[in-house]
């Protein structure tokens, strides 16, 4: 698979992607699900581009023989998950997940049997083995709604995001036992530019995603999935808005809110470190040659699968 990777530079340089991808697309009855974060191109060719919990949906109800999925791992896996009879063809398997790495499943297991009686609410930005360890599967959109049904005096682990367990405990009053993990990208941001940022755009709304840092956060007019951020950003008469995320969110921004003008959160250093690097491993091209080969494929041992299952189809019953 490893392969696949490299071929780009062989494909004939006269093919119109776009044209090629759907022509495949039709021929093996598939469906291209991409996240927020994908580079323009794959979300302009893309069937649909949504969130963690938008994507689990459209994975669930899909009729396609075949899923695309363009994302990072778990996602892909997830996509395998609720899908078993399916190929899940993913054009990167390298495109992995800093916060998924964060939360290895032995280590998890071990902190798990030390903390008895704990029912365990796991972030979908998981591994397919810390999902088959929990109880509850919840996405950034969801989890305030779904702690908020759980039994008071019940106690919940919250893994593998510190950042977001901390919100949604903040928000919900809930005390929960968190795993210390964390995403790379939603770190980076720096309070110190944010501030700077706002006092250059005085009129701009700041829109964070809960995984960024509590300093970032008391900083936000709102806080949100990606496509929460999103929704507010249409409804809102603001013209301007400081975006505290991924900046992949901004073309579907830019997309469905003409008029309006988007400014990506700077990181606290100068580079690119607000972009997701696993997010842009996948490429238009990688996405033609993995409809082509049939390959890179996400394959799942059934045990693990049947374990996993559980807390992804209560969440979307809690949901």
Known sequence: MEALSTLAVDIDPRLDLFEEIARLKRRLNAVILAHFYQDPDIQDVADFVEDSLGLARRAQATQADVIVFCGVHFMAETAKILNPGKQVLMPDLRAGCSLSDSCPPPLFAAFKAAHPGH??????????????LSDIIVTSTNAEKIVRQIPAGQPIIFAPDKNLGAHIAKVTGREMLLWSGACMVHEIFSEKKLRQLKVRYPRALVLAHPECEEPVLRLADHIGSTSSILSFAKTSPAQEFIIVTEPGLIHTMEKQCPGKRFIPAPPDHGCACNECPH????????????????????????????????PIERMLAMS
């Open 119 to 132: 029912i365990v609410i796991s972030y979908i930005n998981c591994s397919a083995g810390i999902k088959a």
């Open 279 to 310: 997010m842009k491993l996948n490429t238009l091209e990688k996405l033609y040659l993995c409809m082509h080969h049939r390959a890179p494929e996400i394959v799942m041992d059934e045990e693990t699968r049947l374990r996993a299952l559980r």
